[in-house]
C-alpha cells in the first residue's frame, strides 16, 4: 500500500453526497442471506474490500453472487448446504468478516480455516473462539489469526452468559452460533452495541426478542431470503459531517443515511461540540430508521465522550479528534481502550497524528485529552487503517492556508471501507459558493 495523496487547507464543504452503503449492514445483508435457502436481492451494498472479503469466504462455502451495480443478487443453498471451504477462508482486513463468519463456522459439520492481513492477524480472537468453545464447537488454540473452527462434533449448546465487552462482531458471533444450537440462548449485552444482526434475523424469520440488556434467541426457524435496500453509512458520512461542522462557510446535505440509535451518537457528539446538524426525512428502510442529514460550519467547543457513548461512536473517534483539535477547549476521551485492537492502535496513531499536526494531546490507556487549537498542514501515515487516512484527510482540510497541504501516506487503505472517498472530497469541494 505503497500511495500517497496530499490534501490542500480550505473549503467550504458544499452541495449534496450520496455515502456509499453501511458497511456493517452490507455484511449482514451478505451473511444472513447466505444462511438462508433461496435467492434475495441487496440493493446499495457497499462495493469495498471488506464486504469482498466476506462474498470471497461466502462463495468459497458455495453461496454464489452475481453483481449488477450496485444490485447483488445471493443464491444460497442454506446453511445445511454449505459444503467445506477448498481454501483458507482469507478475511484480508475484515475484523467483521472473521468474527461473524467464524459464528456461522460454528454450526458447520466440517473444518474451517481462517486467516487475514497482517493488521487482522494482530487483532484478538479468543473473544470470539472462546464463546464459541464454551458453546462446544471444536476451536484452535491461537490467540489471533490464523485459526480453525470445527462444528463437526456434537451440537452446539445455547450460549446463556453475558458477553465479555461490548462489541457488535463478538455479540453477532454468538448470535449465529446460537441459530444452529440445540437449546435457546440468552445473551447479555454489557453495552449498547449496533443492533443490525438482530433486527435483520428478526425480519427473516428467526425467533429472536430483543429485550433491554439482553437477546433470547430460540433455534430452529427457518430463515426466509430478504431483499436489503442498505442505508448510506454514517460512518462514511461522519468524515463529511464533521470536515463541514469544522470548515466554515460550509453546508453540505447527505441523503438517504442509516441513523440507527446505536450508530448516531456522532450527530449528539457534534451537537454537544455547538454543530448544527439537521435531520429531515425520517423514515425506515428494510428495518433500518434512516433520514437526511444537514450540516452546516459552525464554532465548536470541547466535549467529553466517554461511558455507553463510546461503543456507539468507535468508529467515529479518531475523526471526532480531529474535531477537538480546533475546538475551543480541552476534549477528553475516556473508556476508550477498545480503539487500541482496532485496524490500527487508534489512540496510538490518531495521537501521532495530531501531533505531527501541531496539536497538543495527551493519551492513556484507554483515552486522550486533546488541546484545541489550530492544525497544520504535514506528512502524516494511515498506517494502513482506512479511517486514519479519511481522518487525516479531515484534518487537512481543517488545518490553517498559511502552513501549507498535508501528505497522507497509505492512503489507499480507504479502499476498506470508502472507495470512492477523494473522488468525494474533490466533489464536495468544488460546488461553487
Ligand atoms: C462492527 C462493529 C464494531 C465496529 C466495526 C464494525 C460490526 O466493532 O468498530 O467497524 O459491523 O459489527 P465492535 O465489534 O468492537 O463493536
Request: hydrophobic share 40%; glycine share 10%.
Amino acid at each position: 500500500m505503497a500511495s500517497e495523496i496530499t490534501v490542500d487547507p480550505g473549503g467550504p464543504l458544499r452541495g449534496e453526497l450520496r455515502v456509499p452503503g453501511d458497511k456493517s449492514i452490507s455484511h449482514r445483508a451478505l451473511i444472513c442471506n447466505a444462511l438462508a435457502e433461496g435467492e434475495a436481492q441487496i440493493r446499495g451494498l457497499l462495493d469495498s474490500a471488506d464486504c469482498r472479503s466476506t462474498m470471497a469466504c461466502l462463495r468459497q462455502w458455495g453461496v454464489e453472487f452475481e453483481e449488477h451495480g450496485d444490485t447483488v443478487i445471493v443464491r444460497s443453498p442454506g446453511q445445511d448446504g454449505f459444503r467445506p471451504a477448498p481454501g483458507v477462508l482469507d478475511c484480508g482486513n475484515s475484523g467483521t468478516s472473521i468474527r461473524l463468519l467464524s459464528g456461522v463456522a460454528a454450526g458447520l459439520p466440517f473444518r474451517s480455516h481462517f486467516d487475514g492481513d497482517e493488521s487482522l492477524r494482530q487483532r484478538p480472537m479468543r473473544r470470539v473462539l472462546d464463546p464459541l468453545a464454551s458453546m462446544g464447537a471444536a476451536v484452535s488454540d491461537n490467540e489471533t489469526a490464523p485459526f480453525w473452527i470445527d462444528g463437526s462434533g456434537a451440537e452446539l449448546n445455547g450460549f446463556d452468559a453475558a458477553i465479555p465487552m461490548a462489541s457488535a462482531q463478538v455479540k453477532s458471533c454468538i448470535i449465529f452460533a446460537a441459530l444452529r444450537a440445540g437449546q435457546p440462548s440468552r445473551i447479555v449485552e454489557p453495552g449498547p452495541s449496533r443492533d443490525h444482526t438482530e433486527r435483520m434475523l428478526a425480519s427473516m424469520g428467526a425467533d429472536i426478542d430483543i429485550a433491554r440488556g439482553s437477546i433470547r434467541l430460540n433455534p430452529g426457524a427457518e430463515l426466509q431470503p430478504q431483499d436489503v435496500d442498505v442505508p448510506g453509512d454514517i460512518s462514511a458520512a461522519a468524515f463529511w459531517m464533521i470536515a463541514a461542522a469544522m470548515i466554515p462557510g460550509s453546508r453540505i446535505t447527505l441523503p438517504n443515511v442509516g441513523i440507527n440509535p446505536r450508530r448516531r451518537v456522532v450527530v449528539d457528539i457534534l451537537r454537544s461540540m455547538g454543530a448544527m446538524v439537521d435531520l429531515r426525512n425520517l423514515r425506515e428502510m428494510s428495518g433500518e430508521p434512516v433520514a437526511d442529514i444537514t450540516v452546516t460550519g459552525s464554532f465548536l467547543h470541547c466535549t467529553r465522550i466517554d461511558g455507553d457513548l463510546i461503543v456507539r461512536a468507535l468508529d467515529e473517534l479518531p475523526t471526532l479528534a480531529v474535531a477537538a483539535a480546533v475546538a475551543y477547549g480541552e476534549t477528553e476521551i475516556h473508556d476508550a481502550a477498545e480503539l487500541r485492537v482496532k485496524e490500527s492502535d487508534r489512540i496510538a496513531t490518531t495521537t501521532e497524528m495530531l501531533r505531527a499536526m501541531g496539536v497538543k494531546v495527551a493519551d492513556w490507556s484507554d483515552g486522550m485529552r486533546i488541546v484545541g487549537g489550530q492544525l497544520h498542514g504535514a506528512t502524516v501515515d494511515s498506517h494502513g487503517d482506512h479511517r486514519l487516512a479519511m481522518a487525516a484527510a479531515v484534518a487537512a482540510m481543517a488545518a490553517q492556508p498559511e502552513f501549507g497541504p498535508t501528505t497522507i501516506r497509505r492512503a489507499s487503505a480507504v479502499d476498506i471501507s470508502y472507495p470512492t472517498f477523494w473522488r468525494d472530497l474533490d466533489r464536495l469541494r468544488h460546488v461553487p459558493v
